[in-house]
T-cell receptor, first 110, second 114 residues
């Protein structure tokens, strides 16, 4: 059974700081990995998708990496802004379904 | 670009009532997934359909049923509602079941059972 863990559970940083969110998984037999953003009570916004054959993906200030052998992914956010405050979820495509981590609640203070 | 549409966006029901949630996938997408996100929890996979056939099943209660129609929209039917069914229900769609295809999520339906 696939288990996904996200560390830290919550993070508070001052504006402008670079930060890293971590995601680990127990079974490396994944097809892809997605990072999502969720604002309180809102839907899921897909940020980045990394195929299992890829090592990283970049979009603007976001960079996500994937190391299947060690069962880890990181989401790097550069020059954080108060608008980045949200919950960040990683999800693995395992079989035909996405298995989500519990998320990291990020607060960027102005 | 067109996105996944879910209706209604909010729904309030009483215990033991029935609810129907609808999902309209992105045009040309033939695969639909349903997820349930309880308060303070991560989304949990319920069920998926590919070309109108059920393709995978997760932790979906027997009180729930779902189907995908000829126009590829899907409906999640929930009967004998319980307080614990209060959650955000997401629908996602993709083009095929190939692993390279991204799942695109709708805005969700917030179900409150009182």
């Amino acid at each position: 059974k696939q288990e996904v863990t996200q560390i830290p559970a919550a993070l508070s940083v001052p504006e402008g700081e670079n930060l890293v969110l971590n995601c680990s998984f127990t079974d490396s037999a994944i097809y892809n990995l997605q990072w999502f953003r969720q604002d309180p009570g809102k839907g899921l916004t897909s940020l980045l998708l990394i195929q299992s054959s890829q090592r990283e993906q970049t979009s603007g200030r976001l960079n996500a990496s994937l190391d299947k052998s060690s069962g880890r992914s990181t989401l790097y956010i550069a020059a954080s802004q108060p608008g980045d405050s949200a919950t960040y979820l990683c999800a693995l495509l395992y079989g035909n379904k996405l298995v989500f981590g519990a998320g990291t609640i990020l607060r960027v203070k102005s | 670009a067109a996105g996944v549409i879910q209706s209604p966006r909010h729904l309030i029901k009483e215990k033991r009532e029935t609810a129907t949630l609808k999902c309209y996938p992105i045009p040309r997408h033939d695969t639909v997934y349903w997820y349930q996100q309880g308060p303070g929890q991560d989304p949990q996979f319920l069920i998926s359909f590919y070309e109108k056939m059920q393709s995978d099943k997760g932790s979906i209660p027997d009180r729930f049923s779902a189907q995908q129609f000829s126009d590829y929209h899907s409906e999640l039917n929930m009967s004998s509602l319980e307080l614990g069914d209060s959650a955000l229900y997401f629908c996602a769609s993709s083009l095929g079941r190939d692993s390279s295809y991204e799942q695109y999520f709708g805005p969700g339906t917030r179900l409150t059972v009182t």
